[in-house]
């Protein structure tokens, strides 16, 4: 059961921090940003759509795992860290 209850409070803070990073910390520019060049586009567009896209990234994890962070250690969750950081990595990548 430990295990269940673990898995639960993990995803619901994950799923809290990407719904709070992904709504609240992604400014109106880089949302526009990310979309904005068509495909094949070269230049000064394609590069403002990386930065953005690379910005939203790195606060949209880091503050995953500040949130899974702060849980783990007020709840006392048995979380492996090197499992925490193979998930919020296989979530930045892909």
């Known amino acids: ?3 269940a209850a673990t898995f639960a409070a993990v995803f619901a803070v994950l799923f809290a921090s ?3 990073a992904d709504h609240c ?3 109106d520019k880089w949302a526009a940003a990310k979309v904005r060049p068509e495909p094949g586009a070269d230049g000064p567009e394609q590069a403002e759509s990386w930065r953005a896209l ?3 990234l790195t606060v949209y ?3 995953m795992a500040v ?3 702060v849980t783990a ?3 006392d969750l048995p979380v492996g860290w090197a499992g925490a950081v193979a998930g919020i990595g296989f979530s930045a990548v892909s």
């Open 1 to 3: 059961m430990i295990h």
């Open 18 to 20: 990407h719904v709070w």
């Open 25 to 27: 910390r992604q400014t």
């Open 54 to 56: 690379i910005a939203h």
């Open 61 to 63: 994890h880091l503050v």
């Open 67 to 69: 949130m899974l962070a």
């Open 73 to 75: 250690g007020l709840l």
